[in-house]
């Protein structure tokens, strides 16, 4: 009897873990491939391991998963925020700017964070309330918001912070970047948020049917105000946290940034539909969009060829989530 459960104990055990393994990339679907494109550049990339290019990978990972984080909340209710960039951009102009001329880290601080939250909260009242389309009302934005910050900037970056601006950027907490402590925060707060509250419930059921959320007594105004307010605020958080590492602040700053969120969002699992996806999906699609971008610049890719294999990303991840949900739709494995 004793030689029947041994034997039994290790097919159970590797039972678990395939179990196990196949329920992870159900959740997360991107991570094989996050795997293998990671495997791929440490044997291939010399100088990708190297640990002064995984604290920069780190520190520049940071401000990208906290908009990504915020932008996740919008498509999850099925709608779209691409202004997100744009407010990057002036909150770094009005947050370093703030930071030169007062000489307090703090100030800048709150002035940047307060310009997203600003821009997020316009861009809820038109969605929620007024109805626009949130694909047009946020392209206006997206030009007028990046003018602004070439108007407050002229076109120049804004440079000359305190010393205690870069030092906090570069400081270490337990060997680890502060700003990727400070974005892990985030990703917890949103996860609690996402699955743990009824405002992240009723994110995905306005996602996923907006009539249904109406019978339900949720409040699908609230709720979108909520998201867009959040997308902006997050946004700029990132933007102050991009400050901090590079010491300075630019209109142009966040002219990149759009194109690596969605990026890494749709590709991540969201479905630009709403109601489908999480924040554990952002987080991987992010970590490719930086092994990538990373990875690209150690091969000497130029810049202008980087945004085509992001956008060949951005394409291949929109088209492998529309076979995903096909297959489960028809009931598939």
């Known amino acids: 009897m004793e030689k029947v459960m041994v034997n039994k104990r290790p097919g159970e055990v590797v039972a678990r873990f395939s179990e196990f393994g196949l329920r992870l990339v159900a959740a997360l679907p991107l991570l094989p491939i996050l795997l293998v494109v990671a495997v791929a550049m440490w044997v291939l990339v010399p100088g990708f391991a190297t640990m002064i290019n995984l604290e920069n990978m780190a520190r520049v990972l940071a401000p990208l998963l906290v ?12 709608g779209i925020d691409l ?3 744009a407010t990057f951009g002036l909150a770094s102009v009005v947050g370093a700017t703030v930071m030169r001329d007062t000489g307090s880290v703090g100030l800048g601080l709150v002035a940047g964070i307060a310009v997203g939250a600003a821009v997020g909260a316009a861009n809820g009242v038109a ?25 407050l900037s002229r076109g120049y ?17 337990l060997g680890v970047p502060s700003l990727l402590w400070v974005a892990l925060v985030i990703l917890a707060i949103g996860l609690v948020a996402l699955h743990k509250t009824p405002f992240g419930r009723s994110v995905y059921l306005v996602g996923s049917n907006e009539r249904a959320a109406t019978f ?63 924040l554990w999906r952002t987080f991987t699609g992010v970590v490719l969009v930086v092994i990538l971008e990373k990875g690209l610049d150690l091969m000497g890719v130029a810049f202008y060829d980087q ?3 992001i956008g060949a990303v951005i ?16 009931g598939l494995r």
Request: hydrophobic share 55%; charged share 10%.
């Open 216 to 278: 339900n007594a949720i409040n699908v105004r609230r709720t979108k105000w909520l998201v867009y307010f959040i997308g902006g605020t997050l946004s700029g958080l990132a933007s102050m946290l991009a400050v901090l590492r590079l010491g300075s602040g630019a209109p142009v700053l966040g002219d990149t940034i759009l194109l690596q969120i969605i990026a890494a969002v749709v590709v991540g699992g969201t479905s630009v539909f709403g109601g489908e996806g999480g």
């Open 67 to 78: 908009a990504a984080i915020g932008a996740t909340f919008v498509m999850l209710t099925g």
């Open 157 to 173: 970056s804004v440079g000359r912070l305190p010393r205690e601006a870069t030092a906090l950027g570069r400081s270490q907490i």
């Open 307 to 309: 945004a085509v294999v």
């Open 83 to 85: 202004s997100v960039g």
């Open 127 to 151: 969605v929620a309330r007024l109805k626009l389309s949130p694909f047009v009302y946020t392209l206006a934005i997206l030009l007028t918001v990046r003018a602004t910050a070439f108007l």
């Open 315 to 330: 394409l291949f991840g929109s088209a492998f989530g529309v076979y995903l949900r096909r297959r489960r739709n028809l």
